[in-house]
Structures are given as C-alpha cells and as structure tokens.
C-alpha cells in the first residue's frame, strides 16, 4: 500500500531552545552566523548519501528541529573529514557541530538502530574505558555481532587467515594501574556531565549516568 510522508515542518516539530544549546558548546558558537551559502554541502564527499546535507543541518539545528536532526543518519555518515570546516566562509567549526549532534544522540539514545558507526564509538569508548587500550580484533566481532552477524560469518576465511598468521591475538590488551585510568575517566565523565544544559543533566542522571 502506498504511503503518504509529510515533508514539511510544523512549529510544533521545534523543541525550543535546542539551537541555542548548540550553539553555547564551545567550539559551535559561530553557526549563528551561517549564511547558508551551501559550502559545507558541496564539498563534503558524502553529502550525496545523506538524508539531510550539511547546509540543511545547520539550519535545522539554528531552527530548533532537534528530532529530525538527532534522528539523521546525515550526522553519523560525517567522516570527520574537516572539509566544510576549512572552506566555510564564515569559519563555522562544523564538524565540531556534527560531533556534538553525535554525542547528544547517544546520550538520548535515539541513534539508527543497528548503524555501525554509534555502535562503534560506544564499543571504543567501553573498552578505552575499561582496559586503558582497545583491542581492534574483538571491536571488529563485537561490531559485526551487533550490527551485522551474517557478515561476520562470511568474513571467517579472512580471521582464520589472520588467526594462524599471529594477527589475531586471542588475549585482550591493556595497561597497567588501571585504577589511576578510571580516576581520570570518571572525572571527565563528571566535567562532561556538568557541562549538559540542566534539562538533559537530570535525565541523563536519572538514565544512570551512562
């Protein structure tokens, strides 16, 4: 059956006063001064593949529509690549921009379900977090067994091969006085979390501070 998808956006979509969280994030303060020039879209190498171009996010986040912009998978396709920062003609750090979306989708956890790249940053941080290094084959079959298991089954060959060459170790690495890693992640933990806007602070606390 053919379905219908409304385009346009309602006053009602905004949630008031998420720009201006945004933009009170060291390093995101200059998007008011975005002139929607379209720079960042048309030298960004991936903006064919998302739903909204960086131009579009950009407004969309001075406008409010936090929704729409979280639930992107625009801000998870960035590859951090710096191009629209460097050729903004207003100096916008917009790629600092697109990391703070990504950092505020996951703590509200409305991320694309199993798309690879959250999972991913989730994955690294919970073993930066716990070991002081991450070991990449286990963040490899961690990834693909959350997000895509039949791929990791037909990759056996490849981890075989690395398996009998040395190049897959079979032993997590990590560092010493682990104790003294924790003590310094907590405190960034707590400096982050002071740093949420007051709202968001008591949710993520009530979420258990993950």
């Known amino acids: 059956m053919f379905e219908l998808t409304r385009t346009i956006k309602y006053e009602a979509d905004r949630v008031k006063g998420f720009g201006r969280e945004v933009t009170s994030v ?100 919970k073993m930066a977090h716990k070991r002081g290094r991450v070991t990449e084959n286990f963040l490899a079959t961690i990834l693909f067994l959350k997000t895509n298991i039949m791929a990791a089954l037909g990759m056996w ?22 104790s003294e890693l924790d003590g310094m992640m907590k405190t960034v933990d707590n400096i982050s979390i002071d740093a949420l806007p007051q709202a968001q602070h008591h949710g993520h606390k009530h979420n258990g501070g993950h």
């Not at 060459?165 to 006085?177: A, H, N, V, Y």
């Open 26 to 125: 060291p390093g995101c303060e200059n998007l008011e001064t975005c002139i929607q020039c379209g720079t960042c879209s048309g030298v960004c190498p991936l903006s064919i593949y998302m739903d909204y171009s960086p131009r579009q996010v950009m407004a969309l986040v001075r406008s409010d529509f936090k929704n729409e912009v979280l639930r992107s998978h625009t801000i998870w396709l960035c590859a951090s690549c710096y191009a629209c920062t460097s050729e903004c003609p207003r100096k916008i750090r917009i790629t600092d921009i697109m990391y703070e979306l990504k950092q505020r989708a996951m703590h509200e956890g409305i991320y694309p379900r199993k798309f690879p790249i959250p999972v991913l940053a989730q994955e690294f941080t």
């Open 157 to 178: 060959k490849l981890g075989l091969g690395l398996l009998t060459r040395g190049r897959f170790p079979l032993k997590w690495e990590s560092i010493k006085r682990r």
